[in-house]
T-cell receptor, first 116, second 111 residues
Framework: DTGVSQDPRHKITKRGQNVTFRCDPI?????LYWYRQTLGQGPEFLTY????????KSRLLSDRFSAERPKGSFSTLEIQRTEQGDSAMYLC??????????????FGPGTRLTVT | EDQVTQSPEALRLQEGESSSLNCSYT??????LFWYRQDPGKGPEFLFT???AGEEKEKERLKATLTKKESFLHITAPKPEDSATYLC????????????FGTGTRLTVIP
């Protein structure tokens, strides 16, 4: 399968714990995006990378959230001191700038986070 | 402020009963409008990109159209396997590179 993959698919954690999610984009894609989706809502943008550079961050991304893409391939999203309001589906997407369809973003299956 | 509104929130159709989903948008300028399908517990699956008013795209029983203020997703003779949430998203021209999504239309097709 050459699509976007995410790990883990599900994570249950207690309030105050730190969690880290991983995203592997489509192999040749140079842009990688993180979104968050709560029940009944559309995905909301968190941040994106072009290669290893983090170019944009949403106001939704509090100081407890940090994302990295160290070698321009996979990315990690860490949430420190989790709160119940962090419970959501965390989605990763990738796209290829320079292709004929540079704006099309392809999503992974998501990581469902539950904070108890 | 950029805004995307989808209607109806939910739609129940009999198998074979054609209908349309609406996506109204307000942006300063549009680089692209996107339709995705999302099954429960899964990530959105890309369907179409539309770039300019008057453009149309088709895939099997789905056809997407675009005007200057809205987009329609027409579903012809739907089948139960078309049941899903359909999401609309816009990419504005104001320099941001993230998609703005609507809240989706939850479609149920009854056999």
């Amino acid at each position: 399968d050459t699509g976007v993959s995410q790990d883990p698919r599900h994570k249950i954690t207690k309030r105050g714990q730190n969690v880290t999610f991983r995203c592997d984009p489509i192999s040749e894609h140079n842009r990688l995006y993180w979104y968050r989706q709560t029940l009944g809502q559309g995905p909301e943008f968190l941040t994106y990378f072009q290669n290893e550079a983090q170019l944009e961050k949403s106001r939704l991304l509090s100081d407890r959230f940090s994302a990295e893409r160290p070698k321009g391939s996979f990315s990690t999203l860490e949430i420190q001191r989790t709160e119940q309001g962090d419970s959501a589906m965390y989605l990763c997407a990738s796209s290829l700038v320079g292709s004929g369809s540079p704006y099309e973003q392809y999503f992974g299956p998501g990581t469902r986070l539950t904070v108890t | 402020e950029d805004q995307v509104t989808q209607s109806p929130e939910a739609l129940r159709l009999q198998e074979g009963e054609s209908s349309s989903l609406n996506c109204s948008y307000t942006v300063s300028g549009l680089r692209g409008l996107f339709w995705y399908r999302q099954d429960p517990g899964k990530g959105p699956e890309f369907l179409f990109t539309l770039y300019s008013a008057g453009e149309e795209k088709e895939k099997e029983r789905l056809k997407a159209t675009l005007t200057k203020k809205e987009s329609f997703l027409h579903i012809t003779a739907p089948k139960p396997e078309d049941s899903a949430t359909y999401l609309c998203a816009v990419l504005p021209t104001d320099g941001a590179n993230n998609l703005f999504f609507g809240t989706g239309t939850r479609l149920t097709v009854i056999p």
